[in-house]
C-alpha cells in the first residue's frame, strides 16, 4: 500500500474545498452549465440519464480496507447501496445528489481518495496490474512507477484542458493483465541488458469509434526519462491532437495521420529539449516513493498446509480453488480472485454490505489490502493457502465466490442504456441473461477461458472490440440491435475483433453467443486449444458459416 | 473586460489597435499576430511598446528572434477547454527565456487562474468582474504542487526530500 503523506492529504483536501466552491457558485446560478461542466467533470461527475453520476478513483487498483469500508459508506450514505466497479479501475455511484458529492469527496478525502481527473478531456487514472507486487516472474512493482504518474497527471497545469481524454496503463509481466495496448500510453516495465530498469512505451491504443493497438514509440525508455519523455508526448498532442471534432481528437488519431515515425520523431526533438530538466526522477525519489509503500511480512508458510489438503474432498472448494486462485509470489500465500459476476447480476456490482464484509475478510486474511482489476472482479492479494478454505466459506456466503474468473460468465459489460445517457442498447441485461444461459459450471470449465464484452454504444467502455467475443449495441429504426465480433482480445497479443455477421436484434444475442461456442466446441482442434486460438488458427469464417446457417 | 496584473485589477495601458486601423506612434498598443508579421522588424523597434496576440494554433517560434523587443504576449483561450495556450506559455517562458507580460485572454475563468499562473502567465484579461476580484483568494486555494514548470514553485517530490535532509540533519 502507498501511504498518503500530509503534501499528499493537502492536495486532496485543497481539491475538495475547490469543488465545494464550485458546486455552490453552480447552485446559486453564478456558473452556468457550460461552465460548470467540465468542472464537475474533471472530478469525476457526469449527469445521467436519471441522476448525476460519480467515478471515484482507484489508482492502480490497491485498496486498503479502510479505503473500502469508505467507498461502502458512500454508496450507502448519498446512493442507493451499492456501487459499479468499472473497466479502469474506477468505481462508479449512480444516484448521487449534486449538492451532497463535496459532502462525499470529503467523506473519501480522509481515507485518501479522490475523484480527480476520473472523467474530462485530461489524464485519467492510472491503471496497473492488479496483481501488481505479487505476481510471480514479475519484473519489479509496476506501483511504484504509477505512483510517480498520478501524482505527476493529478492537476497538471499544462495539460488539464487536453484534445480528449488521456489514459494510462503499466504493467511489469510477461502477461498483460493491464490492457496497455489499448491505451493512450502503455507502458511495459522491463530492465535492458544493463540490468536498468525503464519501459517499451506505445502509444496511440484506444478503443471507442475507431480502435486502434497501441504502437511502439520508443523501445526502451529510461526510469529517470520517464516524466519528461511522458511531458513530450502530452505536449505534442496538446499542441496538435484535432480539436474540430470530438471523435477524432484522441491521440491515436494523431499517431495515424501522422504516422508512427513522424509522430516518434516530433516527440524525440520536443523530449531532447527537456530531457535534463526538472522532470528527471533521481533514485532519491524513486526510493522516497518506494519507501512509502508498505509490503506484507509474510511468514514461511507450507504451500500445502492441511487444511488445504482436508478441503480438496468438498468438489465445491476445488472448482473455486482450480479457477478462482492464483500463485503468489511468496511460497505458502495465493492471489484470490472474487468474481462480481453471480449468474443473473449486473457484472462488477457490489453492494456496500459486501463492501464492507470484503474489507473485514482483507483484514482477517489479506493483510487489509484488495485489488480491484480492469475485468471488473476484486482481488485479495496476501491470503495464506492455509486460509483458503475458511475464505472460500465467508466469500461464498457473500455470493462473491462465483468460480467462473475469466471463463464465460465473467463478462465485461458497460453500464448501458439503463443508466448511460450515451448508450444506444442495454448492456447489462445481455451480461444477465448470457450468465443464466452458462450458469452450469461444468460446461462452462469445459469451455475454458473466454472473454466476452459488452459495450451499449460505439464508445466502447464495455471494451467490446477486445473481447473474445465482442458485443456492441447499436441503434437500428428505434430497436436495440448489437453487433458481434470475435478474436478480440486486450492482452500482450492485443487486437481488435472481427465482425461476424449483420447485428441481430435484443432477443436473439444469447442464441447467437451460444452458436458461437457451440461451433467453437466443433471446431477446437483439441480440448485445451483456447476459443481465441481456435479463431486465429481457422478466421472468422467457419464461425461465420455455423452460426448463420439458419439466420 | 477586467484585467489583473500582480494579483491585482489594474487598469489595461495597451491600447488594442484593430488590422485596419492605424498604428500610432508611440504608446503602448496590442496587435494581432498577422498585423506584426506584416513588418515584424520595424514593428518591434517602434517608440512605444509593441505587444502581439498570439493564436493557439501557431508555433510560437516564430515570436522568438522578437522576444527581447515584444512588451506583452497575449495567448489565446477561445474557450477555456482549450488548452493549447498553456504549452505555448511554458515553451514561451521556460524554454525561450520570455521574460515580459503574458496575458491569458479570450475564454478566461476563475477556475483556470491556477494553471495559467503555473504555466507562467502573470496578466489575466478576465471575463467576468466577479472572477477578476476573487482573484487573489483564488490563486491560495492551494499551497502543494505535483508538477515542477518555470514558476519555481518546490515540488511535493522535492519537498518530500527537503523535509527528509532536514529530519536526518535533526538527529
Known amino acids: ?551 | 473586460m477586467p484585467l489583473v496584473k500582480s494579483g491585482k485589477i489594474t487598469t489595461d495601458i495597451f491600447a488594442h489597435v484593430a488590422d485596419d486601423a492605424a498604428i500610432p506612434g508611440d504608446g503602448a498598443i496590442l496587435i494581432s499576430a498577422a498585423r506584426f508579421l506584416e513588418d515584424a522588424e520595424a514593428l518591434s523597434r517602434r517608440v512605444g511598446r509593441t505587444g502581439v496576440i498570439w493564436p493557439n494554433n501557431r508555433d510560437v517560434d516564430d515570436l522568438v528572434p522578437y522576444l527581447e523587443r515584444l512588451a506583452v504576449v497575449a495567448l489565446l483561450f477561445p474557450t477555456f477547454r482549450d488548452g493549447r495556450a498553456y504549452s505555448q506559455a511554458r515553451l514561451l517562458r521556460e524554454r525561450h527565456g520570455y521574460r515580459g507580460e503574458l496575458r491569458a485572454t479570450g475564454q478566461v475563468l476563475r477556475d483556470q487562474f491556477v494553471f495559467m499562473l503555473r504555466a507562467g502567465f502573470d496578466a489575466f484579461e478576465v471575463k467576468k468582474e466577479s472572477d477578476a476580484e476573487a482573484f487573489a483568494a483564488t490563486v491560495k486555494r492551494y499551497s502543494v504542487f505535483y508538477q515542477p514548470t518555470g514558476d519555481g514553485r518546490v515540488t511535493a517530490l522535492h519537498r518530500r526530500m527537503q523535509l527528509r535532509h532536514s529530519e536526518s540533519a535533526g538527529q
Open chain 1, 1 to 551: 500500500m502507498y501511504a498518503y503523506d500530509e503534501l499528499d492529504r493537502t492536495i486532496i483536501n485543497e481539491r475538495v474545498s475547490e469543488f465545494r466552491d464550485q458546486v455552490k457558485r453552480r447552485l446559486s446560478g453564478e456558473l452556468t452549465e457550460d461552465e460548470f461542466k467540465m468542472l464537475r467533470l474533471q472530478n469525476g461527475v457526469y449527469l445521467q440519464l436519471h441522476a448525476y453520476m460519480f467515478r471515484v478513483a482507484i489508482p492502480y487498483g490497491t485498496l486498503s480496507s479502510k479505503q473500502l469500508r469508505a467507498l461502502a459508506h458512500v454508496a450507502r450514505r448519498y446512493d442507493r447501496g451499492y456501487g459499479h466497479f468499472t473497466t479502469r479501475q474506477n468505481i462508479q455511484f449512480n444516484w448521487i445528489k449534486l449538492a451532497e458529492l463535496p459532502d462525499a469527496l470529503a467523506d473519501l478525502a480522509e481515507v485518501g481518495i479522490h475523484a480527480m481527473q476520473t472523467s474530462g478531456n485530461n489524464t485519467r487514472n492510472v491503471t496497473s496490474d492488479q496483481w501488481a507486487g505479487v505476481a510471480p516472474g514479475e519484473v519489479e512493482d509496476p506501483r511504484i512507477w504509477s505512483e510517480l504518474l498520478r501524482q505527476y497527471t493529478t492537476l497538471h497545469p499544462e495539460f488539464s484542458f487536453l484534445p480528449r481524454k488521456f489514459k494510462f496503463a503499466i504493467t511489469a509481466s510477461d502477461h498483460d493483465r493491464a490492457a496497455i495496448k489499448v491505451h493512450d500510453i502503455g507502458l511495459r516495465l522491463y530492465k535492458n541488458e544493463a540490468g536498468e530498469t525503464g519501459f517499451e512505451v506505445l502509444v496511440g491504443g484506444g478503443l471507442g469509434r475507431t480502435p486502434f493497438i497501441g504502437k511502439t514509440i520508443k523501445p526502451f525508455v529510461h526510469g529517470h526519462d520517464l516524466l519528461s519523455y511522458v511531458e513530450a508526448i502530452l505536449r505534442v498532442y496538446n499542441q496538435y491532437g484535432r480539436r474540430d471534432n470530438i471523435y477524432k481528437a484522441r491521440i491515436k488519431i494523431l499517431v495515424h495521420e501522422l504516422g508512427i515515425e513522424k509522430f516518434a520523431q516530433e516527440v524525440e526533438e520536443e523530449w531532447l529539449q527537456m530531457r535534463d530538466s526538472a522532470l528527471t526522477i533521481d533514485d532519491a525519489v524513486i526510493e522516497d516513493i518506494r519507501s512509502r509503500f508498505t509490503y506484507p511480512a509474510y511468514e514461511k508458510l507450507p504451500h500445502m498446509p492441511d487444511e488445504l489438503k482436508k478441503a480438496a474432498h468438498d468438489p465445491h472448494f476445488e472448482a473455486w480453488r482450480k479457477n478462482s486462485v492464483a500463485l503468489h509470489k511468496v511460497p505458502g500465500y495465493a492471489i484470490v480472485t472474487l468474481s462480481l459476476k453471480p449468474v443473473g447480476g449486473p457484472p462488477g456490482d457490489a453492494t456496500a454490505d459486501q463492501m464492507d464484509a470484503i474489507a473485514d475478510l482483507a483484514d482477517k486474511y489479506s493483510f487489509g489490502e484488495i485489488r480491484v482489476g480492469h475485468e471488473q472482479n476484486l482481488a485479495l492479494p496476501h491470503v495464506a493457502r492455509r486460509d483458503l478454505p475458511a475464505l472460500w466459506k465467508a466469500l461464498d456466503k457473500i455470493g462473491v465466490a462465483t468460480p467462473n474468473v475469466n471463463l464465460v460468465s465473467d463478462i465485461i459489460a458497460c453500464p448501458g442504456l439503463d443508466y448511460c445517457s450515451l448508450a444506444n442498447a442495454r448492456s447489462i441485461p445481455i451480461a444477465q441473461e448470457l450468465t443464466r444461459r452458462f450458469a452450469n459450471h461444468d460446461t462452462a470449465n469445459m469451455i475454458g477461458r473466454l472473454h466476452i464484452n459488452i459495450s451499449g454504444c460505439i464508445n466502447a467502455c464495455g471494451h467490446h472490440h477486445v473481447g473474445h467475443i465482442g458485443i456492441l449495441g447499436v441503434e437500428k429504426n428505434g430497436e436495440e440491435f448489437y453487433q458481434i465480433t470475435i478474436g478480440g482480445r486486450a492482452d500482450e497479443k492485443a487486437e481488435v475483433g472481427t465482425l461476424i455477421g449483420p447485428a441481430v436484434p435484443y432477443g436473439e444475442v444469447a442464441d447467437v453467443v451460444e452458436d458461437i461456442v457451440e461451433a467453437y466446441l466443433a471446431l477446437r482442434a483439441r480440448p485445451d486449444e483456447l476459443f481465441i486460438d481456435t479463431v486465429k488458427r481457422l478466421g472468422v469464417e467457419p464461425f461465420r458459416e455455423r452460426v448463420y446457417a439458419t439466420r
